[in-house]
Nanobody, 126 residues
Framework: QVQLVESGGGLVQAGGSLRLSCAAS????????MGWFRQAPGKEREFVAA????????SYADSLKGRFTISRDNAKNTVYLQMNSLKLEDTAVYYCAARIADYHAIYDRLGAYDYWGQGTQVTVSS
């Protein structure tokens, strides 16, 4: 089992940047494919980005390509989400998720993940 703790959320003006972190503890982090999801008020949780445990394969929601970047540091048991050019519609609670996976596997479905963090709030203001 792995425990996930997100951090780095906060209030930012539109056009600004934030970097979210997700620290994992428990079993070997490098065996886990990781994902970021978000949930805005009144909306369903949606896929943001995913990364293989190798770090070599990534995937993004089409609407976020070019603004968000997912990365990981297996030595630090941490996955990151760099968010640039933030928009009002990026306001949401951001969650990281994990599942045991093959070396290059990635997953963009919410139901594919077994472990979830508690989330970190990102609020973008005008």
């Amino acid at each position: 089992q792995v425990q996930l703790v997100e951090s780095g959320g906060g209030l930012v003006q539109a056009g600004g940047s934030l970097r979210l972190s997700c620290a994992a503890s428990g079993r070997t982090f490098s065996s886990y494919a990781m994902g970021w999801f978000r949930q805005a008020p009144g909306k369903e949780r949606e896929f943001v980005a995913a990364i293989s445990w190798s770090g070599g394969i990534t995937s993004y929601a089409d609407s976020l390509k070019g603004r968000f970047t997912i990365s990981r540091d297996n030595a630090k048991n941490t996955v990151y989400l760099q968010m640039n050019s933030l928009k009002l519609e990026d306001t949401a609670v951001y969650y990281c998720a994990a599942r045991i996976a093959d070396y290059h596997a990635i997953y963009d479905r919410l139901g594919a993940y077994d472990y979830w963090g508690q989330g970190t709030q990102v609020t973008v203001s005008s």
